[in-house]
Nanobody, 128 residues
Framework: QVQLVESGGGSVQAGGSLRLSCVAS????????MAWFRQAPGKEREGVAV???????TYAASVKGRFAISRDVAGNSLYLQMNNLTPEDTAMYYC??????????????????????WGQGTQVTVSS
């Protein structure tokens, strides 16, 4: 059974940075897609960034140039470096994965429908 555990959230002022981490236990295949999503109060969950099996990233327009998604060589940890944060980035951030795949994932879609395993989330709050 795969479990995803996020950490690294917190409160920062606008312009600050945070680095989110997601540890994936039980994930045995390294070349699946993983992603970060976020959900602000009263809003729908939105895709922030996805990394495919070749480690190529895709970003939402709202974070492109400010956020960077990456993962470690073993594929057990996923990261999101967030720079130049704004109050609009305030949300609960979730790590997501698709488990049980045996193919190299080459998706660039930020749709949540593809992913079937989610972490519990880590809160990011940005004050002006």
């Amino acid at each position: 059974q795969v479990q995803l555990v996020e950490s690294g959230g917190g409160s920062v002022q606008a312009g600050g940075s945070l680095r989110l981490s997601c540890v994936a236990s039980g994930l045995t295949y390294r070349r699946g897609c993983m992603a970060w999503f976020r959900q602000a109060p009263g809003k729908e969950r939105e895709g922030v960034a996805v990394i495919d099996g070749d480690d190529d990233p895709t970003y939402a327009a709202s974070v492109k140039g400010r956020f960077a998604i990456s993962r470690d060589v073993a594929g057990n940890s996923l990261y999101l470096q967030m720079n130049n944060l704004t109050p609009e980035d305030t949300a609960m951030y979730y790590c997501a994965a698709k488990v049980g795949v045996t193919y190299i994932c080459r998706r660039s879609s930020l749709s949540a429908d593809y992913f079937d395993t989610w972490g519990q989330g880590t809160q990011v709050t940005v004050s002006s």
